[in-house]
């Protein structure tokens, strides 16, 4: 990809004065550079606020990326993300623009809980922490805050279309009509394992923290479509109605992975527990709905890619 900076500081007098027996050329190497690489290396990702005061929030974006050689692209993170501010109705109010300079990027641990089994070490996740102020007025219906990202790894089973499938990640500021205190957002403790061990029990804490001690459900859920391969990146995001990736035959929000046990969530802890039984590439979707008082104030999503791999055993118990 061109530096996004080459377009905006090039003026026209200055490409008349560049090289003249070649300006068509060069008009056509930049035309075919600027045309959108459809990413193949989104894993992940959340986003969630932080009350501030004074109409302040701190908006955080998270986004894993695949470092792995399912990486077909060698695709990396982007140079800048949008988050878009949207009215109850749908309606677009801001767009808050995150740059790179300024995020936290490093690698995921790969590490099971289940002590037995270590997971192949080609499997490599890596995470981008984006941070950004947005100032937004009360409002009696509230705010939904949105960040789109295309595309997926095409080598998942369980959607259909997953190279053409991008990501949403989704949160909402409570409006004056739900709630008159100011709210801040859970946040995901930690980011699952990226593989699972075909055939071994996988255990999973999946647990939020709410700073304001709300109350706290949570639920396997389908991931949400965002952007598209010819605008990956759109700048604002395109907001809400939201639309669902498609399933691929024999599977759903309830069961995201061939497994016996089946995989599940418990609604009050987050403990997610289920032992997996086909070798793949899966998108698993996990919410948690925040209620106070009684009302749901604000839903955030995450959806996340896990490998079921062979994995080596790491304990081996002898006995004559």
Same mark, same amino acid.
């Given at each position: 990809?061109?530096?996004?900076?080459?377009?905006?500081? %090039?003026?026209?007098?200055?490409?008349?004065?560049?090289?003249?027996?070649?300006?068509?050329?060069?008009?056509? !190497? !930049?035309?075919?550079?600027?045309?959108?690489?459809?990413?193949?290396?989104?894993?992940?990702?959340?986003? @969630?606020?932080?009350?501030?005061?004074?109409?302040? @929030?701190?908006?955080?974006?998270?986004?894993?990326?695949?470092?792995?050689?399912?990486?077909?692209?060698?695709?990396?993170?982007?140079?800048?993300?949008?988050?878009?501010?949207?009215?109850?109705?749908?309606?677009?109010?801001?767009? %808050?623009?995150?740059?790179?300079?300024?995020?936290?990027?490093? %690698?995921?641990?790969?590490? !099971?809980?289940?002590?037995?089994?270590?997971?192949?070490?080609?499997?490599?996740?890596?995470?981008?922490?984006?941070?950004?102020?947005?100032?937004?007025?009360? =409002?009696?219906?509230? @705010?939904? !805050?949105?960040?789109?990202?295309?595309?997926?790894?095409?080598?998942?089973?369980?959607?259909?279309?997953?190279?053409?499938?991008?990501?949403?990640?989704?949160?909402?500021?409570?409006?004056?009509?739900?709630?008159?205190?100011?709210?801040?957002?859970?946040?995901?403790?930690?980011?699952?394992?990226?593989?699972?061990?075909?055939?071994?029990?996988?255990?999973?804490?999946?647990?939020?923290?709410?700073?304001?001690?709300?109350?706290?459900?949570?639920?396997?859920?389908?991931?949400?479509?965002?952007?598209?391969?010819?605008?990956?990146?759109?700048?604002?995001?395109?907001?809400?109605?939201?639309?669902?990736?498609?399933?691929?035959?024999?599977?759903?929000?309830?069961?995201?992975?061939?497994?016996?046990?089946?995989?599940?969530?418990?609604?009050?802890?987050?403990?997610?527990?289920?032992?997996?039984?086909?070798?793949?590439?899966?998108?698993?979707?996990?919410?948690?709905?925040? @209620?106070?008082?009684?009302?749901?104030?604000?839903?955030?999503?995450?959806?996340?890619?896990?490998?079921? =791999?062979?994995?080596?055993?790491? %304990?081996?118990?002898?006995?004559?």
């Amino acid at each position: 990809r061109y530096p996004h900076y080459l377009s905006h500081h %090039l003026s026209a007098p200055l490409f008349q004065l560049m090289l003249p027996p070649f300006r068509g050329v060069l008009l056509v !190497l !930049l035309l075919a550079t600027s045309v959108p690489v459809m990413a193949t290396h989104i894993v992940g990702g959340e986003l @969630y606020y932080t009350w501030q005061g004074n109409n302040t @929030y701190l908006v955080t974006l998270k986004v894993y990326s695949d470092c792995g050689p399912t990486n077909e692209n060698g695709t990396g993170f982007d140079n800048q993300a949008s988050v878009g501010g949207f009215h109850s109705n749908g309606n677009f109010v801001t767009n %808050l623009p995150m740059n790179l300079f300024n995020a936290e990027v490093e %690698l995921v641990p790969v590490a !099971l809980e289940n002590p037995c089994f270590i997971v192949p070490p080609d499997v490599c996740v890596e995470s981008a922490v984006y941070q950004e102020i947005l100032v937004l007025p009360p =409002t009696a219906g509230g @705010y939904i !805050l949105c960040y789109e990202r295309c595309c997926r790894n095409p080598s998942i089973i369980n959607i259909v279309n997953p190279q053409s499938s991008g990501a949403t990640f989704t949160c909402r500021i409570p409006g004056t009509n739900q709630t008159n205190a100011p709210n801040s957002s859970p946040v995901f403790v930690n980011f699952p394992p990226p593989a699972l061990c075909i055939g071994a029990e996988f255990f999973f804490d999946h647990m939020a923290e709410d700073p304001d001690g709300d109350q706290l459900v949570y639920s396997f859920c389908t991931p949400l479509l965002g952007a598209s391969p010819e605008n990956p990146a759109p700048q604002p995001p395109n907001g809400p109605p939201f639309q669902n990736v498609q399933w691929a035959s024999g599977f759903s929000a309830g069961y995201p992975v061939t497994s016996n046990p089946v995989l599940t969530i418990d609604p009050a802890t987050g403990y997610i527990t289920g032992t997996p039984t086909q070798l793949g590439q899966y998108v698993i979707g996990v919410c948690v709905s925040e @209620y106070r008082n009684g009302i749901l104030i604000n839903t955030i999503n995450r959806d996340f890619q896990v490998n079921v =791999t062979l994995c080596d055993t790491s %304990l081996v118990a002898v006995i004559p």
